[in-house]
């Protein structure tokens, strides 16, 4: 049963602190993408890659976000340095890419707490 | 501006009745809808998913119908169950620039109690 794998599942740091958060993709998967959810805002979309490349990151703040592929099977998010107000679930979504009917796999989320 | 809106909020139903969710969608160019159900702690999960010429879609006891003139789209779920209690998500992509690019609703919470 192939599935999204994040870790870790929880995080608590203090603001001023970097969180680097992983994403194993479902093996064969050619793209990943990196939401956020609050009880605010709900579901945002923060970056997108496909085969490894970033072809979107427009909802990312990058002063302080960034998003990588090292392989094919690892993708990260990393917070340097975070806020409070990033306080959230982080999820990661993959698929097999490329038509209008996509579907996204998502993991079970990264809840990080920024004190 | 793309956006997907979702009513009610929220809903309490007694289990074993039938309730209607509502999602309504500004999104251009419109690709496909979908319903996503997310349980508390976890990822969402997908329902079901309409492209244009599609009206109606079902799974199991969940019905999707949508309405492209008027940019409308309901999820029907039928005797519900304890286990129907989530969050449903609808989600309209807009596919450009090689990719859907998915707008999402805020939710509706669903209680179903026994």
Known sequence: DARVTQTPRHKVTEMGQEVTMRCQPILGHNTVFWYR?????????????????????????????SAEMPDATLATLKIQPSEPRDSAVYFCASGEGGTSADTQYFGPGTRLTVL | KN???????????????????????????????????????????????????????????????????????????????LSDSASYICVVSAFSGGYNKLIFGAGTRLAVHP
């Open chain 1, 37 to 65: 959810q609050t009880m605010m805002q709900g579901l945002e979309l923060l970056a997108y890659f496909r085969n490894r490349a970033p072809l979107d990151d427009s909802g990312m703040p990058k002063d302080r976000f």
């Open chain 2, 3 to 81: 956006q997907v809106e979702q009513s009610p909020q929220s809903l309490i139903i007694l289990e074993g009745k039938n309730c209607t969710l509502q999602c309504n969608y500004t999104v251009s160019p419109f690709s496909n809808l979908r319903w996503y159900k997310q349980d508390t702690g976890r990822g969402p999960v997908s329902l079901t998913i309409m492209t244009f010429s599609e009206n109606t879609k079902s799974n199991g006891r969940y019905t999707a119908t949508l309405d492209a003139d008027t940019k409308q789209s309901s999820l029907h779920i039928t005797a519900s169950q």
